[in-house]
């Protein structure tokens, strides 16, 4: 079956600083790969997604690459703030309506000024 | 602002009775409504799926005379937790996919139930 791994957190790092969390992937087919953040008190929201192999999807400073041959999908961002505390969650979904998501474990960043 | 409200936010109940949980959508007829439970420190974990008129698909191993979902128009779907036991403590989550827009699930603030 379907499963995303990403790396465990917390996370902390002080403002400015780089930010890599890593999400790896097992999938049968060519799933479509999202990551969702999630701030306190708050519901899931979509970040950036990528839909097929070596596109690159980015949002609010916030990149991932779709990497097949290393089933990847990283998140980074060259300068994080302390509004970008949160959780981060990595999904995949094979369906092509994006309905099915799997889930990574998410990531807790925490970014101190 | 939000797209998806669900009440309550917070509930706590006693063992043995019944919570209703109400996932609306705002602003826009929802395709596809899903239900997930996320455990402490866990990821999200989908319970079941439900479409507008239809019966909800549950996922394996989620009990469906347990969880009732009820989708009773293209922007209400509620989840009734029925003879709630201290193990279905846990935060619930809806999210809604909105017509034309099939990539995107658009996510509830979540419920977080305790049963005690």
């Known amino acids: 079956g379907n499963s995303v791994t990403q790396m465990e957190g917390p996370v902390t790092l002080s403002e400015e600083a780089f930010l890599t969390i890593n999400c790896t992937y097992t999938?049968?087919?060519?799933?479509?790969l999202f990551w969702y953040v999630q701030y306190p008190g708050e519901g899931l929201q979509l970040l950036l997604k990528?839909?097929?192999?070596?596109d690159k999807g980015s949002n609010k400073g916030f990149e991932a690459t779709y990497r097949k041959e290393t089933t990847s999908f990283h998140l980074e961002k060259g300068s994080v703030q302390v509004s970008d505390s949160a959780v981060y969650f990595c999904?995949?979904?094979?369906?092509?309506?994006?309905?099915?998501?799997?889930f990574g474990g998410g990531t807790r960043l925490m970014v101190k000024p | 602002g939000a797209v998806v409200s669900q009440h309550p936010s917070r509930v706590i109940c006693k063992s043995g009775t019944s919570v209703k949980i109400e996932c609306r959508s705002l602003?826009?007829?929802?395709?596809?409504m899903f239900w997930y439970r996320q455990f402490p420190k866990k990821s999200l974990m989908l319970m079941a799926t439900s479409n507008e008129g239809s019966k909800a698909t549950y996922e394996q191993g989620v009990e469906k005379d347990k969880f009732l979902i009820n989708h009773a128009s293209l922007t209400l779907s509620t989840l009734t937790v029925t003879s709630a036991h201290p193990e279905d403590s846990s935060f619930y989550i809806c999210?809604?996919?909105?017509?034309?827009?099939?990539?995107?699930?658009?996510f509830g603030p979540g419920t977080r139930l305790t049963v005690t």
């Open positions: 999904a995949l979904s094979e369906d092509n309506a994006g309905n099915m998501l799997t």
């Open positions: 999210s809604v996919t909105r017509r034309g827009r099939g990539y995107e699930q658009y």
């Open positions: 999938a049968t087919g060519y799933p479509s």
């Open positions: 990528a839909t097929k192999a070596d």
């Open positions: 602003d826009f007829q929802a395709t596809t």
